[in-house]
């Protein structure tokens, strides 16, 4: 087990550093630099934005570049954000907080509808709730977070005035009031993220139960007496949570990509939104973290799951 | 105005046989604005006077906290560093300059104690130097006392190439000394009719000397302070997230009297016009929506029943098209769009003149800018006393087909009109942003119905505005026939904005097109009205000659004016907030209330 984790690991890092590469010579090529905006001011002489280019390396060979960076990495150093002049990792750890907190608990909301409701639904398949539990959730993975945003917004907001329409890191008061305002302000996205995330897990999980419940052994349980609930809950769950939790493992870096619209809604100040107002101001070494770092969670969860496998099924980390 | 007569008034007032307000009336009453007048009479011989405060409230604090939305959070708070505007608004939240603009454009002192003159002695005659009083009494957040010496400190800092300001240009080419602790004088290399530049104005606000003395130069990025200010504004620094949020606190020791009103400040970035609109106009989340370009009928549904409305200002931004003097499609020494070369079909002046009148700019006014645009036939569209009134615009698809037709432009088997083998087919760019598509398809349709088949192009705004040498659509490039922006206008003086179009500035590969005349128009009349103008140290003349200028520019059809742009922001209806066009929105700041 040990030696099929190390294995694992040390695949893991060569893909990383090819990662590190492809997105590297991709942002090194794409269009736009950090200093448009100095290009339309004419306040600013064309020899500053020159001369700003090469303090900051700009003008150096890709391969040069990119041997400076994966240096500094491994020091520790992530570089600085040309557009605050602030390191890179003080800046997105300022940012961590908040992005955790909503796509945690919007995650969190999306399991508790989705497990229950796929479960009901796969047991009774074809009957009223769940063919009301599909829809649903056909409607629910159809629409586009940006638009159920905008809706709540409407409603919550602006007609019925109940939510406060921007997050604020700042929120006003201590203790109890503290907290009951964090979640006020919280409900929107994480409503809209969950719920979006909730119609594609909830699908998931029915088929998922629906596989295992059409299997011999749970007709042996049932043959043997045992009582329905135990059936589905003992026998049918365990075994169809598997790829259930595998796939939510490997969702979880696509959530914090998936949540960029969200927090651009509500003026999250999260990790998706610095990716954003970065790319928009061709801040690259911010760019360049941030995709990183999803780069990274796409790996590690990869590996989680691998590992997950691996303990579910001895059979897998022998071959 | 006429000379002579414009001189007796002014002798009137040094004489004080008429009083400053009736000058500055009758000023008005010709087409010159209050700022111009002001700085008319200071360069006549007679002190520039602030403009009145409309400042109410009678004690400091007590207003509880004003909440402002920005589309962007600053990211950074040192004014020397400010990449565009939200860094400049975010720094002048805690920064300070000697001075600022008001909505007239009147000069209104902050650090200064009073403004130089001829009479105080501030104003040399002949323009080559500034002295400056500061105000006694003034202290740093951190209880430091704000002196000369600050102000020296910021000259040299900027000037230093390895500091890399963006200040630089600003403070590189003059020199600034301390006459006393309280006194600075400021000395030009030449004649210097707009002095109000070094230390006016939010991207001029100061920074505290005993706090960034180790951090000039090559060591300026890692100055502590860059990202907590300490300034001598109306609020002390609590907190900064760049790109999300900014916060301030009431300074119990500001140098204004009963000022600040509001206890605290939020200012909150991210998120999108719209949005803001909603937050600031609609539900009254918010005190104040920066920039909000939104739709006019947006705006006015919005405004409905609303708790707040969109506020105007009037600067002298114009949103213009560009055409290109040379040819886009030809290429000399690997370089296209050169010097070397003629625009095949722009080289006739007639089918220049003919696209001019082919802009309706009514239409775009009403269809696309409503409140926010006014129609214009200059290309220099403010302050009011450089704008020319010899000029007219008119849109007219029968006199633009009838001047294609004199000209030898006939319609072909396709319509579209052809001169010895040569077809009237243009490629019109613009970056992407919903107001430009609409007037582009505005522009498109009445080229048209006249025969002139035009091909729209829109480049992503972060690629057309970058200085990316290496990306065929960047603006200087002008690999099109015509493009159309904005060229923000920073200063109420012309002396930059125009300066651009001189002949020594054409961009070329060479100069790696950092030469900022983008359409290549070389004219020695021009050369010669720009020259003449930034030594004139009468300001009629002066004015006369930016008027001449902005006529040539105009007369050639260089530039087609498209709309007088205004800025626009979000306010809620109690609050009374101070917005110049010829400022940064917090630059008046001090000034903000919320009335009863």
């Known amino acids: 087990m040990s030696q099929y984790v190390l294995r694992r690991i040390l695949i893991a890092i060569p893909s990383l550093l090819g990662i590190s590469v492809v997105l590297f010579v991709v942002l090194a090529l794409a269009p736009g630099d950090p200093f448009s905006e100095l290009a339309t001011n004419p306040n600013v002489p064309a020899e500053v934005a020159a001369s700003l280019r090469a303090k900051f390396g700009l003008d150096d060979p890709i391969y040069l570049r990119y041997l400076h960076w994966i240096s500094a990495m491994a020091h520790g150093d992530w570089g600085f954000s040309f557009v605050s002049r602030m390191n890179v990792d003080t800046l997105i750890l300022q940012r961590l907080p908040a992005t955790l907190y909503v796509i945690g608990s919007a995650q969190i909301l999306s399991l508790l509808i989705a497990i229950p409701v796929g479960v009901y639904a796969a047991t009774k398949p074809y009957s009223l709730f769940d063919q009301i539990a599909n829809t649903l959730a056909f409607v629910g993975f159809s629409l586009p977070t940006f638009f159920t945003g905008i809706l709540f917004i409407l409603i919550f907001s602006v007609t019925l005035d109940w939510l406060p329409l921007v997050y604020t890191t700042d929120v006003k008061g201590t203790g109890i009031h503290w907290v009951l305002e964090m979640i006020r302000q919280a409900i929107m996205p994480v409503a809209v993220l969950g719920l979006f995330q909730a119609a594609s897990m909830t699908r998931f999980v029915r088929s998922a139960m629906l596989d295992v419940i059409r299997l011999d052994y749970v007709t042996t349980a049932r043959a043997k007496g045992l009582g329905q609930a135990k059936v589905i809950v003992k026998h049918v769950m365990r075994n169809a949570m598997i790829p259930v939790v595998t796939l939510i493992a490997l969702q979880m870096p696509a959530v914090f990509g998936g949540a960029i619209v969200t927090e651009q809604i509500f003026r999250i100040p999260g990790i998706g939104s610095l990716l954003i107002s970065s790319i928009l101001a061709n801040d690259t070494p911010v760019v360049m973290a941030v995709t990183f770092v999803f780069a990274c969670l796409v790996v590690l969860f990869n590996l989680i799951a691998d590992v997950l496998y691996g303990w579910l099924d001895p059979r897998i980390s022998l071959r | ?596």
Not at chain 2, 20 to 43: D, H, S, Y
Request: with cysteine.
């Open chain 2, 1 to 596: 105005m006429l000379d002579k007569k414009l001189r007796a008034m002014i002798d009137k007032v040094a004489d004080g046989r008429m009083d400053r307000r009736a000058f500055i009336q009758r000023m008005a009453a010709v087409g010159l604005a209050a700022p111009l007048a002001n700085q008319i009479l200071a360069l006549g011989g007679v002190a520039m006077a602030e403009g009145p405060s409309t400042y109410k409230p009678t004690k400091r604090g007590g207003g509880g906290a004003l909440k402002l939305l920005w589309w962007q959070g600053p990211t950074l708070l040192n004014p020397h560093f400010a990449t565009g505007t939200k860094d400049q608004d975010g720094s002048r939240m805690f920064y300070e300059p000697l001075a600022c603009w008001d909505p007239d454009g009147n000069m209104k002192l902050v650090l200064a104690a009073e403004i130089p003159s001829i009479q105080n002695g501030g104003l040399a005659a002949d323009g080559k130097s500034v002295t400056w009083k500061l105000k006694p009494g003034v202290k740093w957040h951190d209880g430091k006392p704000f002196t000369a010496d600050d102000v020296v400190f910021n000259w040299e800092y900027a000037k230093d190439p390895a500091t890399s300001a963006l200040t630089i240009a600003t403070y590189r080419d003059i020199t600034v000394e301390k006459v006393d602790d309280l006194t600075v004088r400021i000395l030009f290399n030449k004649p210097t009719p707009f002095w109000a530049d070094a230390f006016v104005g939010a991207p001029n606000a100061i920074i505290p000397k005993h706090l960034f003395a180790d951090y000039k130069g090559a060591k300026s990025r890692e100055a502590p302070n860059n990202l907590s200010p300490v300034g001598t504004g109306p609020y002390k620094f609590i907190e900064f997230k760049p790109g999300d949020l900014v916060r301030g606190e009431l300074n119990p020791d500001y140098h204004m009297p009963n000022r600040p009103y509001f206890d605290t400040f939020e200012m909150k970035g991210g998120g999108d016009a719209v949005s803001a609109a909603r937050a600031v106009i609609q539900t009254g989340e918010y005190d104040f929506g920066y920039n909000i370009q939104v739709e006019d009928d947006v705006l006015l549904r919005l405004e409905k029943g609303g708790k707040g409305k969109a506020i105007y200002a009037v600067g002298g931004d114009t949103e213009f098209i560009a055409l290109n003097f040379t040819d886009p499609n030809t290429e000399v020494d690997g370089e296209r769009s050169s010097i070397k070369t003629k625009h095949p079909l722009f080289s006739d002046p007639a089918v220049r003149k003919a696209l001019s009148l082919l802009v309706d700019r009514e239409a775009v006014k009403k269809v696309i800018y409503g409140r926010a645009g006014r129609t214009t036939a200059n290309f220099l569209n403010g302050p009011e006393k450089f704008v020319s009134k010899n000029t007219s615009w008119e849109f007219s698809i029968e006199k633009a087909s009838k001047m294609l037709d004199d000209a030898g432009w006939k319609p072909g088997a396709d319509g579209i009109r052809e001169k010895d083998g040569k077809k009237l087919k243009l490629l019109y760019q613009t970056s992407i942003n919903g107001p430009r598509q609409k007037t582009q398809a505005i522009v498109k349709q009445a080229c048209q119905k006249a025969g002139i088949d035009v091909e729209l192009k829109s480049v992503v705004a972060s690629v057309f505005f970058s200085s990316d040498v290496g990306n065929p659509d960047i603006y200087p490039k002008f690999y099109a026939d015509m493009e159309m922006f904005q060229i923000p206008m920073t200063q109420p003086d012309p002396a930059q904005h125009m300066r651009r179009f001189i002949s020594a500035n054409v961009a070329t590969k060479e100069n790696k097109w950092q030469g900022q005349n983008f359409p290549r128009y070389v004219n020695k009349e021009y050369d010669a009205a720009i020259e003449a103008a930034e030594g004139e140290m009468d300001p009629i003349k002066r004015a006369a000659l930016y008027i001449k200028a902005n006529d040539i520019l105009i007369g050639d059809t260089v530039f087609i004016p498209v709309q007088h742009r205004l800025k626009v922001e979000a306010a809620a209806n109690n609050l009374v907030c101070i917005i110049s066009g010829w400022a940064n929105e917090t630059d008046n700041l001090f000034d903000w209330y919320r009335e009863a």
